[in-house]
């Protein structure tokens, strides 16, 4: 099994189920609904169509586990050749409905559970107090109606803002999984998007209605036994115990905390002085204001000039996820090297092209998904399918509020299907790209090395603006200047920066006051 982790800069909130992640609990449920179904198997008329073979492990994994109770009691049953009719919730403990059986098993694990008591994995605990750390919010979710009582007997209640259990889903008319209405559900009251939370899962129905959900990780939980069930449900990940899952980076910082590079400009200039700068930026939301139409951005008026001025006194380079040709006409600054498609595809001043063959291995995916995709989204008004040639980009800024999450389940679902491509996210888009070791910190590290900037002397200064500009940004926290710009759609999210900007224009008059210092005068 494999390690994973959490990384608050992307997945700002976590989703728990109970039994078996959170609580050993699991064992119990096992325990309860086998007395109850032993002993009514026992107890039935012998019928050729039937089977009345007690209860096993493998039964409550493959028919019970995950899902509400009467469901449960409906599918082991249907499983073995008997129709109960579904029966109503006034229905009494053990008479012969799902709701009656149902009610039954859940008296013989209130039994157990006061016989026993709760058990926790540690493991969790040390795992949730780390995403708390980090500012990631925490959610639990069950299908048991017994979850409240299990989290106040464990002591571990006040770990989560929310729970969404079976009371709660029975009040609001919720599916139970493997619909992912639940996990919506948890993720509306933490005020996260489905495509910015974890999911942490031992079922496998739970793990299928996370992936159907379109939920940024989904993390399975196999703590004895194989974690085939688990994958083929669409597991990201198995792991054998939550000390596998790590909480990435050390970025502490929220964007609220990052001090303005202008009002700091006299503690940057100390670090420029004496040493060779090499700029280094992001293009949308960073140099140019993002607009609702991608075709219409554009740099604001004089950044183009400050740009070349700062070229020809220091190497400047522009990394986007845009096509390079496309980028390269928008920024048309011939002194300054420009990186394309999140850096896979990259040109000089000096005519030097690089394409990262690595890359190239993906088109064919890429092609099949930009198909795909392109038929699948066009009934959803205000949905762009933007294809570059390294990367697939899907905005959806003019999407209906209502409709964000199905595009970005689709976009997820295609993606997935295609081992040689991976999601990423950005502001108001959301990406296919191929699946390797390649990012902007690492365009930028083959940059510098391109140019020859490589040595103590060197301070590499880099400017972005989104989620796809932090592995920029990290690459430079420790020898370099990373500055976020601003924006209201990213909330206060941890960020890598170490200074900030309140938007293109307050960058351009940094970019002034860098290029003034580079050719030996005092802004």
Known sequence: MAATSIDPLRHHAVLFDLDGVLTDTATVHTAAWKRLFDGYLAERA??????????????????????????????????RGIRLPLGSAGDAAGRETCHGLGKLKDGYFRDALDAQGVAVFDDAIALIESLHRHGVRTAVISASRNCAAVLERAGIAHLFGVRVDGVVAEELGLPGKPDPAVFFEAARRLGARPSSCAVVEDSGSGV?????????LVAGVARSGSPTRLLEAGADVVVSSLADVAVAGSAERRLSDVPDALDRW??????????????????DGTLAPIRDDPTAVALPAGTGEVLRGLARHCPVAVISGRDLRDLRERVRVEEAWCAGSHGFELAGPDGTSVVQPSGETALPDLDEAERLLSSELRPVAGALVDRKRFALAVHYRNVRPDEVERVISIVRRVGDARPGLRTTHGRRVVELLPDIDWNKGRALRWLLDRIGLVGHDVVPVFAGDDY????????????????????????????????????????????????????????
Request: proline residues 6%; contains cysteine; hydrophobic residues 35%.
């Open 46 to 79: 012998p019928a050729p169509v039937e089977d009345h073979r007690p209860f096993t492990g493998d039964d409550y994994l493959r028919h019970v586990d995950g899902k509400p109770r009467v469901d449960g009691v409906r599918d082991f049953l249907r499983s």
């Open 208 to 216: 299928e209605a996370a992936r159907t959900g379109g939920f940024a």
């Open 266 to 283: 006299t503690e940057i200039a100390d670090r420029l002085r004496d040493h060779r700068p090499a700029v280094l930026l992001d293009f």
């Open 468 to 523: 796809t500009d932090e592995d920029a940004l990290r690459e430079v926290h420790d020898d370099g200047i990373g500055i976020v710009v601003l924006s209201t759609e990213h909330g206060d999210r941890l960020t890598w920066a170490r200074y900030s900007v309140d938007g293109p224009h307050s960058l351009c008059a940094l970019l002034s006051h860098v290029a003034s210092l580079a050719q030996g005068a005092n802004p």
